[in-house]
């Protein structure tokens, strides 16, 4: 019997634990998606206490809080932090099974060098350790990214940011990761919003082009990506909630269907999936001019609890897992773009696990030369991030790909502490790997498949994003 989240931990045979001892552990951590305030990262941000660092913004804790049948006061509320902390601590026990049980101790040891399990007996004395030592400069925003080995960080973005904090960065010859913006055009593409008047007068300030007209939105929309550029950007992001269908709009439809979002006047579902599919046609072509990755995040259904939405906000815990048949809409807009030679680097994720043979299939049907894995299937996502979800992508994908061209793991993450699940990540793939030699599924041939399991935990992300 093994111990709990020992030096073996995920590792189930004799060749899984030497790949991870010989090629998994210390890779360093390309981060391609995260949420992280590159605020925070350039003031070099200490923190209070470790529940200001670890449950704050924390839509995954306040999930498991909320259904351990804590109050909203100790999870988004006026509570103290210690008695936040308090109810995490009283939560953790009964997330044996969930993923949040191994992240939450793996990031104590790996960042607190605590070994102890958390539960409200050890509370107080973990609380006040992780507080003594979050008193130092070995534990701020900066000294977070350097311990995990972190050499880039892709940011999620508005295009209307002036990425004052990310320009700074860059400057700062003392920091060498690098942390760059990702433009995530939600302001643009949900017209349906209330909010989608206002944004689009944003955008005509931070751009200085008129914004009224369909022709001068787009305009200031390529504008905008090339400021990102110029700022270290490589890439797009999209939430795509649905996209069933594909349609071919015309400049003239899409104009009209604008002009009646900037007048806040009723649209009917097809006019919103009609001015989506020309809006995203469009910034495919503007991601591909500048030899973009473009990302696809599908399937959420968001912002569920109407009555908790209005009480404290969106995007606060309330989101689950959709539905959807995207594939026929996905495939037509892939295949759109590379009908003009604009299909840009993509990244497919989906929030169900039923849509795994439906991506891990899509990506053949589009390649470039030279390009390996131009299409990618990407990680088990958000509702996918555990240990089942991770084999399962992992093997839907090579069943009918290459796992060799794979670009593995990223957080997705609000904490500077969640680098844990790149570890987790690297050792569920050494076991795949590891199994598949022990069964004779792939050759004894240990310097190939270290290189694989190297290439999978990092080399593949920094040439897809930053290799042309």
Same mark, same amino acid.
């Given at each position: ?40 990262? $350039? !003031?070099?941000? &200490?923190?209070?206490?470790? /529940?200001?660092?670890? *449950?704050? #913004? ?5 999930? +498991? ?16 932090? $210690? !008695?936040?902390? &308090?109810?995490?601590?009283? /939560?953790?026990?009964? *997330?044996? #099974? ?5 992240? +939450? ?364």
């Amino acid at each position: 019997m093994k111990n709990f989240l020992d030096k073996d931990f995920l590792l189930d045979t004799e060749t899984a634990i030497r790949l991870y001892e010989n090629a998994a552990e210390g890779l360093p951590i390309f981060d391609f998606h995260c949420h992280l305030d590159p605020q925070e990262v $350039w !003031e070099n941000k &200490s923190y209070e206490n470790i /529940t200001q660092l670890w *449950l704050g #913004g924390d839509h995954y804790k306040w999930r +498991t809080l909320r259904m351990n049948g804590i109050g909203e006061r100790y999870i988004t509320g006026d509570a103290s932090d $210690w !008695e936040k902390f &308090s109810a995490w601590a009283e /939560t953790v026990p009964n *997330l044996i #099974g969930n993923p949040l049980y191994h992240w +939450t101790h793996m990031e104590l040891k790996m960042f607190f060098g605590i070994e102890k399990r958390l539960s409200p007996a050890t509370a107080r004395e973990i609380y006040d350790e992780c507080n003594e030592k979050l008193k130092t400069s070995e534990f701020t925003a900066r000294s977070f990214i350097n311990r995990a080995n972190v050499k880039f960080i892709g940011t999620t973005d508005d295009p209307i940011s002036t990425l004052e904090y990310h320009k700074l960065l860059k400057n700062d010859e003392s920091f060498t990761p690098i942390i760059a913006p990702t433009f995530r055009p939600d302001g643009a593409l949900f017209i349906e919003r209330p909010t989608f008047a206002s944004w689009v007068g944003k955008l005509e300030q931070v751009s200085g082009i008129k914004t009224n007209s369909l022709e001068g939105f787009l305009a200031a929309l390529q504008q905008r990506v090339d400021y990102f550029h110029e700022n270290g950007g490589r890439a797009s992001d999209h939430d795509i909630q649905k996209l069933e269908v594909y349609v071919e709009t015309t400049q003239e439809e899409a104009e009209r269907i604008f002009n009646k979002g900037l007048s806040g006047d009723q649209l009917s579902d097809e006019e919103i999936n009609a001015y989506r599919c020309f809006l995203l046609t469009k910034l495919g072509k503007m991601y591909a001019g500048k030899q973009w990755v473009m990302q696809l995040h599908m399937g959420a259904i968001r912002n569920n609890n109407t009555k908790m939405k209005e009480l404290i906000g969106p995007d606060t815990g309330f989101d689950s897992v959709g539905e959807s048949n995207f594939a026929e809409g996905i495939s037509r807009l892939l295949d759109a773009l590379e009908q003009q030679n604009a299909l840009p680097r993509t990244v497919l994720f989906n929030l169900n696990s039923k849509d795994n043979p439906v991506l891990a299939g899509m990506m053949g049907n589009f390649y470039e030369e030279g390009v390996p894995g131009k299409i990618q299937f990407g990680s088990g996502w958000w509702f996918n991030d555990h240990i089942d979800g991770m084999e399962r992508q992992m093997k839907d994908l090579a069943n009918v790909g290459l796992l060799s061209h794979f670009i593995g793991m990223l957080t997705d993450s609000r904490s500077f502490l969640s680098y844990a699940r790149h570890e987790y990540f690297r050792r569920i793939l050494c076991n795949i790997l590891g199994e598949w030699v022990e069964r004779g599924l792939a050759p004894d041939d240990m310097e190939f498949v270290e290189q694989m399991v190297r290439n999978i935990g990092y080399n593949n992300a920094e040439k897809f994003f930053l290799e042309r």
